[in-house]
């Protein structure tokens, strides 16, 4: 354990010592402008075209979110107007709902239809895409056309970004280490007494029913809409398993003290038998929405902040926390769910920025990936919208002009953490800048997953995990959101995947996991 936590470290502290350069954390225009003159007295981008020379593009970014800003048009032309100085280049804003933004990427990806960036993430369908071609390659464009940003991360970052040897997506930076936690509505976890730290699920019984009972309009504990399954997600982290590949997927590592780690089918493991009995009770008692399993628009970016719901899963390190912990018309306070800080593979590809492989300019692309990272002003623009129409600097801290409100402003997408460099955001009224530190110093401390770094190769079960995903769209997720009995559909769930190839598909992942450990020794 100690070799293993030893590497954590180093990659923690490499990444500190990076993000100190850039500026991070600290908000404010005179950061502003230190990073800027850092950024352009390094002449790294000397040997591409001059920015004149070059043909003026529109870049289209595919972004999930709670739809489509109205002033999006207003941020574009005020992102606009610092790409075509550096760039010659335009961009236009897509913001896709959460429960429909992976089947969107799949169609237009199929239909060959042009767009040039999207989010991309191992939850979101990441490792699938990749088998069916959906992202450019970047390995080489890297280097040559984002060099500054690639100075920022360490390159294991990178590393955990690729597939059978090629980097198909750039990680967006932020704090490694953000173990579950609940978020949860700080007037009602006054006023209904919520446990600060538990470690069960059942130990939030008592608050949720009293929410229940005591709060007309407001569901107890938000299911992701559009996807269900995503709440399993954090509860995994209460057995200590770990994804491989997309989320989704059949097939978990668990440390293996002879192997180092081992895949097992977590649908078999007393941590989702647990929790699916849990969620049934959730769902019978009306702490869950009783649509959570068939609604497709999502409530994710929105709900919240509109008194919807009183608490939700959240990962959250020192970081997240001081940044999510003031929302745009209620606080918020994180109930300690006893999960050990650890840096998981997931959580480096947990939010990526990739290129299409239907982009027809993909080197403007990664020069603008190369910007979104290093150019505080025009990260800050896309985060808050426009200086002095959707947000003022008081201090260096964001608020709100005056007589707008989150839930009002034509402008709030609160989507930072889907591209760029999170350390290079201007942090907000009332979030201490410290707690950027403080999430570095968390990430150095932090264990590391036992198959740190392995990034699986799907094409070999590309069939399989097809057939799987089918199954598991059926029954995974309303078991996940509690709206079917357990003891009818649980045993029905594990005979369908078994018929679907879980096990080769288990047997799979061993096989290069067991070839990536072999090579650490």
């Known amino acids: ?61 595919y972004l999930g979110g709670g739809g489509q800003p109205a002033d999006a048009p207003l941020v574009e032309e005020a992102m606009s107007r610092i790409l075509k100085e550096k760039i010659n280049a335009s961009i236009k804003l897509n913001t896709i709902p959460w429960g429909q933004f992976q089947e969107k990427m799949n169609v237009m990806t199929a239909a060959g239809e042009p767009f040039d960036l999207c989010y991309s993430a191992g939850w979101m369908g990441f490792y699938g895409m990749a088998a069916k071609g959906a992202y450019a390659d970047l390995t080489e464009l890297l280097p040559k056309y984002a060099p500054d940003y690639m100075k920022i991360p360490p390159s294991f970052l990178f590393d955990a970004c690729k597939v059978k040897g090629k980097l198909l997506g750039t990680p967006n930076l932020q704090g490694l280490a953000m173990p579950s936690k609940i978020r949860v509505r700080e007037d009602l976890y006054n006023k209904y007494n919520c446990p600060a730290k538990i470690s069960k699920l059942d130990d939030m019984d008592a608050f949720l029913d009293a929410v229940k009972k005591g709060e007309q309009g407001v569901t107890p504990w938000m299911v992701y809409a559009g996807g269900a399954n995503t709440i399993y997600n954090y509860y995994q982290q209460f057995g200590d398993l770990f994804f491989v590949g997309d989320s989704f997927s059949v097939g978990v590592t668990v440390a293996d003290t002879a192997k180092g780690a081992k895949v097992v089918n977590q649908y078999e493991s007393d941590n989702f038998k647990e929790f699916i009995k849990w969620t049934r009770k959730a769902y019978t008692n009306g702490w869950f929405e009783k649509d959570a399993a068939t609604v497709k628009t999502d409530a994710s970016s929105t709900g919240p902040e509109a008194g919807k719901y009183a608490c939700f899963f959240d990962g959250a390190g020192p970081q997240s926390e ?26 480096c590809v947990g939010t990526m920025t990739s290129i299409s492989i239907n982009s027809k300019n993909k080197e403007r692309a990664m020069m603008l990936i190369n910007l979104i990272n290093t150019d505080i002003k025009l990260y800050n623009t896309m985060c808050y919208g426009v200086e002095g129409t959707h947000y003022v600097l008081k201090d260096g801290h964001v608020d709100y002009p005056e007589g707008v409100t989150g839930d009002k402003s034509p402008y709030n997408p609160d989507t930072a953490w889907e591209f760029g460099n999170s350390f290079n955001a201007y942090p907000r009224v009332g979030v201490d800048p410290a707690a950027f530190k403080a999430q570095q110093e968390f990430d150095k401390v ?18 399989e995990l097809a057939q799987t995903v089918t199954v598991l769209e059926e029954l995974l997720v309303p078991l996940v959101a509690g709206s079917i009995d357990v003891d009818a559909n649980y045993p029905k769930l594990l005979e369908n995947l078994k018929t679907a190839g879980s096990d080769k598909i288990i047997a799979e992942k061993q096989r290069q996991l067991d070839e990536f450990l072999a090579t650490r020794k």
């Not at 932090?446 to 069939?463: H, I, M, N």
């Open 446 to 463: 932090a264990l590391a997953e036992p198959a740190l770094g392995f990034s699986f190769d799907p094409t070999p079960v590309k069939t």
């Open 322 to 347: 001081a940044l999510w912990s003031k929302g745009a018309n209620f606080t918020w306070k994180y109930v300690d769910c006893g999960v050990k800080p650890t840096i998981k593979t997931n959580s």
């Open 1 to 61: 354990m100690k070799g293993k936590k030893l590497v954590c470290i180093l990659v923690a502290v490499i990444f500190a010592f990076s993000v100190m350069f850039t500026g991070c954390g600290t908000g404010g225009k005179e950061t502003e402008s230190t990073a800027a003159k850092e950024i352009t007295v390094e002449k790294t981008t000397e040997e591409l075209q001059p920015v004149e020379e070059l043909q003026t593009v529109e870049l289209i970014w």
